[in-house]
């Protein structure tokens, strides 16, 4: 992704360094099946397109209470560690296919 964004002039890559950041943290990840902004921060970010949005949805107003909150994320955190078990089985079950003892 850096090259792709910096192209033939190498030496300007930090000047991405925002952009980059924002699209790996936003994208979704195939192992958890969340985005690493979400799994941290319990919601996802606001992107810049929709900071300039007349109609951007949400009024800021929190509809959960902390508690509800805490137990939604907890319920996800525990399914995310599943699925990370599972694709480490997996790769683990790939990577031993021609192993010997």
């Known amino acids: 992704m850096i090259a792709q ?4 002039d190498q030496r300007t890559w930090d ?3 925002p952009e980059l950041q ?3 943290n936003t994208s979704v990840a195939e192992t958890t099946g969340y985005s690493p902004a979400f799994i941290t921060q319990g919601r996802e970010p606001r992107l810049p397109n929709a900071l300039f949005d007349e109609k951007t949805t949400g009024t800021g107003k929190c509809i959960q209470t ?6 939604k994320l907890n319920e996800i955190f525990e399914l995310v560690r599943r699925n990370m078990e599972k694709v480490a ?3 683990a079950r790939h990577y031993n296919l ?3 003892p």
């Open 5 to 8: 964004f910096t192209g033939a």
């Open 15 to 17: 000047e991405h360094w």
């Open 22 to 24: 924002l699209a790996v």
């Open 66 to 71: 902390p508690a509800a909150n805490a137990e």
């Open 89 to 91: 089985q997996d790769q």
């Open 98 to 100: 021609r192993r010997r």
